[in-house]
């Protein structure tokens, strides 16, 4: 069986390793001239980390920082809201979260391909299938003939569009602005401050170096990535913030309007099925948007392997899938809009309440997400095999 991915991100190249492991012959087709991931911190929590374990990446990407000890969301005065255990986390499902730079998650995983199976430099145009194959049409003039295409080409690729036709996005009425910096010297506290209508989160990465991120409700299609704008929406929250704004370079900071679509029924038609963004676009505010396509990787090529036909290792997939996705993608909008509030009343009760909340209800609520394994043994055997 030979496998056509569309896109070379995150979500592709993890699903042309697992394809691989399941005996399934993979070809990466992204559009930009070089193999790069643009942006900041990728979050990769227990969930995806116990995947990569089956794909022989786990260990890997634990040497790069896997996070201990606490995590917390705070006010903007620094006066702790509520408190995670990252310990208990590595106690319980023997991983927790690594956050590291996307570049580096994605250098790593290209480590794992064979160089002729990336294909850079081919937009594609759309697609053609029948009943004994499908065709990927590129904007080179170059066709190419598979058993099964995979489109993993994010939240406004051309393989959804061809298959459930051109939809706008929906925005989720705030910006993001996104940073790696060095802040020498400083204790840095991990975890996310709320204040009304504006967020910014702290994620050390090891060393000197700071994953931060900030968020802000505004119209789309702004372009302001400056420290000198940021500085003024956070001026007077706690330390390490204007600190580690005022470190960072203006090339440095990454300016994204936050998207994200309602869940789809079903992601696949014929031999064609959908991937990671492509398929459930979901806001960050649960950090499962790499998460969930590693997840989706892996349950693919397993759900291929162990079916008689293409078709039917699609439906076996989507079953998987769809469901779990959906909800988190909800979920991940609910806590989008939750700290977004701008109310300060509303804002009052919702810190008192979340302050209230037992931490054990708290963390329980995420282990669905986190302590989510996708593989059966039988089935992690498999991929451990090739």
Known sequence: MKAIIVGGGIGGLTAAIALGRAGVEAQVFERAPELR?????????ANAIISLDALGVGDAIRRLGLMGGEGGVRKSTGALITSTSYD?????????????????LHALLA????????????DCVGFKQDATGVQ?????????????????DGIRGVIR???????APLYCGYTAWRCVTNLKGREVPSGESWGKGCRFGIVPLGGDRVYWYATHNEPAGGSDATKEVLLKLFRGWHAPIEALISASEDRSIIRNDIYDRDPLPHWSVGRATLLGDSAHPMSPNLGQGACQAIEDAVELAVSLKNSDSVEAGLTAYERRRIERTGKIVLQARRIGQLGQWENPAACMLRDFLLKMTPRSVSENQLEWVVGYDPLSAEERAVLSKA
């Not at 991931?37 to 929590?45: F, I, N």
């Not at 569009?161 to 939809?167: P, R």
């Open 37 to 45: 991931e643009v942006g900041a911190g990728v979050s990769l929590w």
């Open 88 to 104: 208990r986390l590595v106690k319980q499902y023997g991983a927790a979260i690594v956050v590291i730079h996307r570049a580096e």
């Open 111 to 122: 480590e794992h391909l064979q160089p002729h199976q990336l294909h850079l430099g081919h």
């Open 136 to 152: 990927a049409q590129f904007a080179n003039g170059n066709v190419v003939e598979g058993d099964v295409l995979i489109g993993a």
């Open 161 to 167: 569009s061809q298959l459930f036709g051109a939809s």
